[in-house]
């Protein structure tokens, strides 16, 4: 039986969209242990304790069980990762040990602590994104996917070991990627897509976990960005512990409007610092095209190419880029390291006019 271990935070309008959510797993035959703070359990009513006999509901104490204000929000949300991150590590241990082990974790929007033991664990744990497809091997239509811009953590849609998945004909608004792809994605086609406010279209962050797979076949076509930070990025992380390859990734067709560092290579990506640079990234970057991209950039680096130096980026195709930068700090600019692309049609600006420094 699939047995799902439900995360979410101590908030009305998470807890009861999780229960639901939870209501419909179970009649489809899954098992759920939903999990939050004893002080949310307090404020829930009876019915909604009454829920079917597949779900178990378990708690944990977060030292706000007589309630709390938004002025103690950050505190809140300090003591629920700290106490929050033991609890779920308990929970997956114990039911190991019970020879009933969790297959799936899912994690509302403002506890993104729990994707991170459930990694370590290995077990998949995906955020409860407005979409969130884990493991899928059909594709699927998708549209008008909204969350407030200024919203952590709040990917569009996620997609992770997914085969075959077509998003197409949709508005994505969020506070996080519009789309983004996993490890052992492949055959991954996103067309007609609006997105912004939000971070662009994103293959990644890969490289975080030895286990990690190959990524092969994205196509991003015919897609527009508005107001974006970031347009298009391949991101992955030095010095990584997994050693994959990503190929055959498109990215054509593209309108940018007002948009922060349209497009982007990063083998270097280190949100906050977090992670060491003694060596390059360990995964190769393949078969990339990028065409016919065109618009505005408020930034004025308008193309990075960030490769690795222990294995550079091969094979990469740069034709038709149309940018102007609206900004006024200098000249539109590019900048490229360990990458020789094959450059065809026009390049405004021209790309790899720079060469960076890499690690």
């Known amino acids: 039986m699939v047995h799902v271990l439900l995360v979410t935070f101590p908030a009305q309008g998470h807890i009861n969209p999780s229960l639901q959510f939870a209501k419909r797993l179970s009649k489809l035959g899954v098992k759920v242990t939903f999990l939050t703070s004893l002080s949310a ?9 009454t829920v079917d006999g597949l779900i178990d509901i378990v708690s944990f104490t977060d030292g706000y069980e007589n309630g709390w204000s938004t002025d103690d929000a950050q505190n809140l949300i ?33 506890v993104p602590w729990a994707g991170q033991v459930a990694s370590h664990l290995q077990i998949p744990g995906p955020v409860t994104y407005d979409i969130t497809k884990y493991g899928a091997k059909s594709g699927g239509d998708i549209s008008q996917e909204s969350a407030p811009g200024d ?12 085969t ?4 197409k004909d ?5 506070g996080d990627d519009c789309v983004s792809i996993g490890d052992e994605s492949k055959e991954i086609h996103i067309q007609n897509v609006t997105c912004g406010p939000g ?24 897609c527009t960005f508005i107001g974006t930070t970031n347009g298009v990025r391949v991101k992955t992380w030095p010095s990584a512990p997994a050693t994959l390859t990503v190929s055959d990734l498109h990215f054509e067709d593209l309108i940018m409007d007002n948009v922060s560092s349209p497009i982007i290579i990063d083998q270097e990506y280190c949100p906050h610092n977090l992670c060491k640079k003694d060596r390059p990234s360990s995964i190769k970057i393949t078969n990339v095209s990028i065409k016919n991209v065109r618009g505005t950039t408020n930034t004025a680096e308008a193309v990075t190419f960030i490769c690795s130096g222990l294995k550079p980026c091969e094979n990469v195709e740069v034709g038709d ?4 930068y609206n900004g006024n700090q200098g000249p539109i600019t590019t900048k ?24």
């Open 336 to 359: 490229c390291a360990n990458v020789k692309p094959k450059f065809v049609g026009k390049q405004n600006p021209p790309v790899c006019a720079t060469t960076a420094q890499s690690a």
């Open 164 to 167: 075959m998945i077509n998003i």
């Open 321 to 324: 880029i149309d940018l102007t």
């Open 151 to 162: 919203s952590p953590n709040t990917d569009g849609i996620h997609l992770g070991r997914d």
């Open 199 to 222: 971070h662009g279209i994103s293959v990644g962050s890969l490289g975080g976990y030895a286990e990690e797979k190959d990524v092969q076949g994205i196509y991003v076509t015919n």
């Open 41 to 49: 359990i307090r404020r829930m009513t009876t019915t909604s304790l």
């Open 170 to 174: 949709s508005i994505i608004k969020t």
């Open 78 to 110: 300090s003591a629920l990762e700290n106490h929050g991150s033991k609890a779920v590590e308990d929970a997956i241990r114990a039911k190991r040990e019970e020879g009933n082990p969790f297959t799936r974790v899912i994690y509302s929007l403002l």
